[in-house]
């Protein structure tokens, strides 16, 4: 015995059934065509947004190493002209032949901190959408902060001591600049900064090797030239040396 199955009626071609299935076979069609292209487009947006997070990221911990390495620069100089004027106060006869050590001693280049970075970090509304951690934008606010006030305790007031008491005209003048002050004041901003760079690196997951591909991508790394440096070194021995023998001649004159 034979049994044929027949289409429903209601579902044959032209049926309303049919139309329904249609319509609604469509509206599945449709609505997973959205889904992925939306889907994609969202996945897309994420991943930028992600890529343009990390690379805000590294750029202020970038600027934090940045500035920590001229912080290092002066507590290193201050350091020697304290070693100095604490031999001087010792001997002052060596004043004639060591003030001239003082010099190279500071011969760091902070009168401007570069403010590229924290112009990006402090100009945009997006910053803060883009990384959506208030707890690091907080730390690098409170960093940038704490540049500024570093450069007028130390950088600023040093400048200001010397113009007031120029170190090479006597050592009394040398006396009244208080190079363990500035040491003491430098050495506390140089480790608040650093606490600041370790909190931000902790709270984006960011760890040294991070930091160190991001600077071979962004940042040419200068090779130091031996014969450039043996030039300098040269170059400033003879401005002692001509120096000393004119401060010397000018003395004779009674000048």
């Not at 920590?68 to 006869?93: N, T």
């Not at 050495?187 to 991001?214: G, H, P, T, W």
């Amino acid at each position: 015995m034979n049994v044929k199955l027949h289409t429903p009626s209601t579902l044959k071609s032209g049926s309303g059934m049919s139309s329904a299935k249609q319509f609604f076979l469509s509206l599945i069609a449709t609505t997973v065509s959205i889904i992925l292209t939306f889907g994609t487009a969202a996945i897309i947006d994420n991943q930028k947004k992600n890529a343009s997070k990390k690379e805000m990221v590294m750029m202020v911990i970038s600027d934090m190493d940045n500035t920590i390495g001229l912080l290092e620069k002066v507590d290193s100089g201050l350091c020697e002209c304290r070693r100095l004027q604490m031999e001087l106060a010792v001997h002052p006869e060596y004043y004639d032949s060591l003030r001239f050590s003082f010099a190279p001693a500071m011969s760091w280049n902070l009168d401007e901190f570069s403010g590229t970075i924290e112009n990006i970090f402090s100009s945009s509304i997006e910053t803060f959408n883009t990384i959506g951690d208030v707890n690091f934008v907080n730390e690098v606010s409170s960093f940038y902060l704490r540049r500024h006030q570093y450069k007028e305790m130390v950088i600023d007031s040093l400048k200001e001591d010397l113009e007031k008491h120029p170190i090479m005209k006597s050592l009394k003048e040398l006396m009244k600049v208080s190079f363990p002050e500035y040491v003491l004041m430098n050495y506390s901003c140089l480790e608040q900064i650093r606490a600041f760079r370790y909190r931000c690196m902790k709270m984006m997951n960011v760890s040294e090797e991070d930091l160190y591909d991001f600077s071979k991508q962004h940042q040419n790394i200068e090779r130091k030239d031996p014969e450039s440096e043996a030039l300098f070194e040269k170059t400033i021995q003879e401005y002692d040396s001509c120096t000393n023998v004119i401060y010397q001649a000018r003395k004779k004159l009674g000048d």
